[in-house]
Each structure stands twice: as structure tokens, then as C-alpha cells.
């Protein structure tokens, strides 16, 4: 498989990501068949995923769990660039966790990305106009006008499906459709359980219309905006191919009854990768991510770390003295 298609399809599926985890609005993960609440028989599900929405608005903090997978599947022999082989090999994945405020602003996380093989932990904090990240146990300072792009975005208080649409993400724009499964007991409280799908085609528009959205440089920092949109100007082939290449995206969502808080999302999307050209060896690909929120409108306490040494050091360390030009934090 070429670069840039292997590039589009990890662009697709990390945008697909974003939208199927908060298209709908923004503990315990048993799920036991319990009694109809009286909602029930008097909403739909375009009904609770709009009350949702409207509730969420409300949110100034809350905790949450996040796991994502990418797993592809095929022949590593007959792959000729090195990154298909090793997706091949072992799937992408993302585990984080914490809690964030927006008022306060505070952030406390923490993320493992497991690529290539390789496992890379790091964790984030942030409290007023400060912040700060730690990788191999050691904590960096953020700079302090990066510090004020990472604390200001947490202060605004938008749902991530507003900072979508600021980029041209808008999930409104796919045809997303909504069935009432019925309602369930997780974690001990009642909740809705609804399905939703995704047009695929309205995805592809979606994800190029933002790649052409001068707010990207805005979002993403300068060098990261070109790159992508070069990745558009490459990849408007392999994105039709990647388009019709999707076999199945669902996203099940579960609110709770009496507030309508989002608190769990589980969403999946399977890939028949034989139909495209220049497959190399690439067979599937299937992406799966659960999200589980809870903690909301509860304090974030932050404490500032201890021996906090400036953030060039660690970029010196893994890129040679890269500039931080273009970046936020």
C-alpha cells in the first residue's frame, strides 16, 4: 500500500473516531436488561440524542475512559512500504484516561499509544493559564503562550462536536440516523441504549471539505495543516476507494435516563480492503473505540509537578532541537 493511502486511511479513521464519540452530544460497564422506563414509549432516539445534546451544554467537568484499536489485517509480505507491514503486525491503540474542567480550567490525563510495537506513555496536566507534560516519569513545562492555547480551548466550555465543526467537521452533515434499543442498567443507573449509523459517503465530503478549511492551520498549528492538506491533494482517489471499501460503521450510545448525560459510547467500523488498488497484502481493517464518561460537573483538583523542566529538553531529546513553531499542547 502506498504512504499516502495508508496516511488517509489513519486521517479517516482518527476523524471518524472524533465524530462517533461525540456525535451525539459532547463506570461500570455491565449492562443488564432492566425495566421500560415511561420515557420510553413517549421519545425517539432522535429525541433523546437532541435532549442529550441540549443537557451536555451544561457540562463543565467530568472524568472519562477512552480505548481505541485499529487493527488491520492481511500478508506483510506482500506489502512493500515498511508501515503496512508493521500495522499488519500489531494494531494501533490508544488507551487514556483523567478528568478536565472548564471552569476552573484543569486537565489531569493520561495516555498510552501503543504503534509499531511500541508502547509510548505520556500524561498531560493543565490548571489555569499552566500546563504541563510528563513522558518517561519525567514532567515538562509547556511554554507559556502554548500553555494559553491548551488552558484556553479547556475554557471555552464548547462540546468537541462544536470544535469539530469549527474545522468543517460538522456531524450533522451525515446522515446520521438513530434507533431506540430500549433502556438498561449500567452501573446501577438507568439508562438509554441507542444505535446510531453513519452515511459513509457524507463522511468522505465531510473529511475533505474540513482538509480545505482555512481554520485548520488554527486548530492544528501551521506544518500540520499543509501536511494534511497535502495528504487531500493526494488522496481524493484513495478516499472514494476507501469510501466504498466500508463495509459497516455503528456507534451504540448509552444516556442516562433522569439527565440525559452522555456516559458511555461504543462505537465500531469494518473495512473490506481486497477491492482496492495496490492493496498490498491488506485484506481488513477494523476500528473499534469505547468511551465511558462519568464524574460530571464534579472539582478537578490539579497539583503542579514537582521538578518540571522546560519542554525544549524533552523535544531536543526525541527530535533533535525540532522547532515548536506550529505546535500546540
Known amino acids: 500500500m502506498h504512504r499516502t493511502r495508508l496516511t488517509t486511511v489513519l486521517v479517516a479513521l482518527l476523524a471518524l473516531a472524533a465524530v462517533l464519540a461525540f456525535a451525539a452530544g459532547c463506570g461500570g460497564d455491565s449492562e443488564e436488561p432492566?425495566?421500560?422506563a415511561p420515557q420510553v414509549a413517549e421519545l425517539t432516539a432522535e429525541e433523546i440524542v437532541a435532549q442529550s445534546e441540549q443537557a451536555m451544554q451544561d457540562i463543565t467537568s467530568a472524568s472519562f475512559n477512552v480505548d481505541l484499536s485499529i487493527k488491520v489485517e492481511g500478508d506483510p509480505s506482500e506489502a512493500s512500504d515498511p508501515q503496512a507491514q508493521a500495522l499488519m503486525q500489531s494494531p494501533i491503540t490508544v488507551k487514556a484516561s483523567g478528568a478536565s474542567s472548564d471552569d476552573p480550567v484543569?486537565?489531569?490525563l493520561s495516555m498510552t499509544f501503543g504503534l509499531m510495537g511500541q508502547n509510548i506513555k505520556m500524561e498531560m496536566r493543565a490548571k489555569d493559564d499552566q500546563a504541563?507534560?510528563?513522558?518517561?516519569?519525567?514532567?515538562?513545562k509547556v511554554p507559556a503562550e502554548d500553555s494559553k492555547n491548551a488552558t484556553g480551548q479547556l475554557s471555552e466550555g464548547a462540546l468537541p462536536t462544536e470544535q469539530l465543526k469549527d474545522v468543517g467537521l460538522d456531524p450533522n452533515e451525515w446522515d446520521l440516523t438513530w434507533e431506540l434499543v430500549g433502556t438498561e442498567d449500567l452501573g446501577g443507573t438507568q439508562v438509554y441504549h441507542v444505535k446510531g449509523t453513519a452515511d459513509a459517503e457524507k463522511f468522505a465530503e465531510s473529511l475533505m471539505k474540513a482538509l480545505d478549511d482555512p481554520q485548520l492551520a488554527e486548530k492544528l498549528g501551521a506544518d500540520a495543516a499543509q501536511q494534511l492538506q497535502g495528504?487531500?491533494?493526494q488522496s481524493e482517489k484513495e478516499l472514494k476507494q476507501l469510501q466504498k471499501a466500508l463495509e459497516d460503521?455503528?456507534?451504540d450510545t448509552w444516556y442516562e435516563v433522569e439527565t440525559f448525560y452522555l456516559r458511555k459510547v461504543d462505537a465500531k467500523a469494518a473495512f473490506d480492503m481486497t477491492g482496492l488498488e495496490d492493496a498490498e497484502g491488506m485484506t481488513a481493517m477494523d476500528f473499534t473505540m469505547l468511551v465511558g464518561l462519568d464524574?460530571?460537573?464534579e472539582p478537578v483538583e490539579v497539583e503542579e509537578p514537582k521538578d518540571a523542566q522546560p519542554l525544549e529538553k524533552l523535544m531536543e531529546a526525541m527530535f533533535g532541537g525540532m522547532s515548536l513553531d506550529g505546535m500546540e499542547f
Open 132 to 140: 504541563w507534560v510528563a513522558y518517561e516519569d519525567q514532567w515538562y
Open 231 to 233: 495528504t487531500r491533494a
Open 249 to 251: 460503521v455503528s456507534v
Open 295 to 297: 464524574g460530571f460537573n
Open 34 to 36: 432492566a425495566a421500560e
Open 106 to 108: 484543569a486537565a489531569d
